[in-house]
């Protein structure tokens, strides 16, 4: 379980209004152990260095005064820290009591050191990683998974194979965030395009994202790094390496099962699992992700042609003081207006004079008319007549043996008579339609609960089993009491 022991509450020192601070305490002590060229690479630092480590960062980052905290009320108030050390001392205690750093005693020297714990370090890089610079090369992670396959084909090492399989799983992961990005970027315009004063720093950071970001990035993996181009190679060595040895095969799947003791199922392979989920992985980066990817990044381009529309017209109305004119004539009364109005309008009217060309006067060409020529059938007697006479009997069977739940309620309500009740052996059977509502009398039952107040109660006749009319069209059937009953409420 992760939060347990020391990080029973984690993220705390990120929820406060001074989790700015901590986070660039945190981004600046991962560069000072791992990133930077004077790095100590994982190295414990003493407490000395890393209060001198947060003291710098604190500098840079400001306190955020919406936030809140627990502890707010008795550790957290305004003016509580009086000098950067205390405050540093101060972080430094918050992140090692809720598991962001440990310390370390040297049992013969008797001092402090101070490093990430497994947990800070990993939670930590995605801030670094936001941050960096550095041109991304994750559209890369196709050519990867080419690349990892081959070795493992060629020489038989499993940890190509895993490698190729972690590749494949980031490629979906890198469509995912450049998605992400391109519609949090067109959010920030459609917010900045609101404000007039905030349209020039849009265009500016379209312009530096398409020179920064979509350049070096997406355009690759557009075109040389498509993960389309590289699907097939990929499926190829794929299929290799299925029709491998069976020795081959089985070392590959004995090593698996020693390293991924947890992906090992009885009767499933873990070399097939693998590779049919790097095949799969593919299809969908290919068949779902890249077109939402193309989807995205014409959305955003649309976006900034609109930016790019309203600078050009702001630029036009640079000195044009229609909207003051507007705003002055609105402050004037009624004649005033309509009289400056008429000035304006006599003196923007410009005569145009010129003479019609005899050229240009046509009559108009007649509209065509097309006549459909259909070619009358006459043959009737080339019409198969036992064909017809068929298709007009199979017609009048079905229209005869039709049953229609009307007809067959307004047959027992014409028999039910002045005591509401009426057994179907006292049913007349006088027509075929007689026959089909007394040979479906007993639907009525599944047919019940149109009314609220009144309903049909069928009850078994334990009379003769034929009697009456029906004993001429049945064989042996069975009778019924039909009685019109009051709801019980």
């Known amino acids: ?15 406060g209004k001074y989790r700015a601070q901590v986070m660039e305490c945190l981004r600046e002590l991962y560069q000072r152990l791992y990133s930077s060229s004077s790095a100590d690479y994982g190295q414990a630092l003493a407490r000395d260095t890393m209060l001198e480590i947060f003291q710098e960062a604190l500098v840079r980052a400001p306190a955020l005064a919406d936030g809140s905290d627990e502890d707010d009320s008795d550790d957290l108030t305004e003016g ?39 947990y800070g370090r990993l939670f930590t890089e995605p801030f670094v990683a936001e941050s960096r610079s550095m041109a991304r090369t994750r559209h890369r992670n ?41 519609e949090e970027r067109k959010r920030d315009l459609v917010r900045e395009m609101e404000d007039q004063l905030l349209v020039q720093r849009a265009s500016e950071a379209f312009f530096d994202f398409m ?6 990035d997406l355009s690759v993996r557009l075109s040389a790094d498509n993960v389309e181009k590289h699907r097939d190679q990929i499926s190829q060595l794929i299929a290799g390496i299925r029709k491998r040895d069976k020795t081959f095969k089985a070392n590959a799947e004995r090593r698996l099962r020693e390293l991924l003791p947890e992906l090992a199922q009885e009767g499933q ?26 989807k995205a990044l014409q959305s955003f381009t649309k976006r900034a042609d609109i930016i790019i529309r309203q600078m050009s017209y702001l630029a036009s109305q640079q000195h044009n003081d229609v909207l003051a004119v507007c705003k002055h004539l609105a402050g004037l009364p009624e004649a005033q207006q309509n009289a400056l109005l ?9 005569p145009e004079i010129a003479l019609v060309d005899p ?33 007009y009997i199979q017609q009048v069977l079905d229209q005869a043996f039709l049953i229609n739940q009307q007809a067959l309620k307004q047959y027992l309500r014409r028999h039910l008579g002045a005591g509401n009740k009426v057994s179907s052996r006292d049913l007349p059977i006088e027509n ?22 009144f309903t049909i109660r069928i009850s078994y006749d334990p009379g003769e089993h034929n009697s009456g009319a029906a004993a001429e069209y049945f064989t042996r059937k069975d009778h019924f009491i039909f009685e019109l009953v009051e709801k019980e409420s």
């Open 142 to 182: 196709t050519r990867n998974t080419r690349n990892a396959l081959e070795s493992f084909l060629e020489r038989g090492d499993i940890y190509d194979l895993l490698d190729a399989y972690e590749y494949s799983e980031r490629i979906i992961s890198d469509f995912t965030d450049v998605i992400a990005e391109l």
């Open 359 to 391: 050229a240009q006067v046509r009559l108009a060409p007649p509209r065509q008319r097309f006549i459909a020529s259909a070619a009358v059938d006459e043959g009737k007697g080339d019409v198969d007549m036992d064909a017809r006479r068929d298709i």
């Open 342 to 350: 008429e000035q304006a309008g006599e003196r923007m009217a410009v």
């Open 269 to 294: 392979s873990v070399l097939w699992n693998i590779l049919d989920g790097i095949d799969q992985r593919l299809r969908n980066a290919s068949d779902i992700m890249l077109p939402a990817l193309r």
């Open 211 to 216: 020179e920064n970001r979509f350049q070096p």
């Open 80 to 118: 509580r820290f009086r000098t950067s050390r205390e405050q540093s001392v101060w972080v430094l205690n918050q992140l090692q009591e809720h598991g962001w750093i440990e310390k370390q005693v040297d049992q013969a020297t008797l001092q402090s050191t101070f490093a990430f714990t497994r």
């Open 1 to 15: 379980m992760f939060f347990e022991q020391e990080r029973g509450h984690f993220f705390r020192p990120l929820t």
């Open 432 to 453: 075929a339609q007689d026959f089909l509502a007394v040979a479906h009398a007993i639907g009525l039952g599944a047919a019940d609960g149109l009314s609220s107040e």
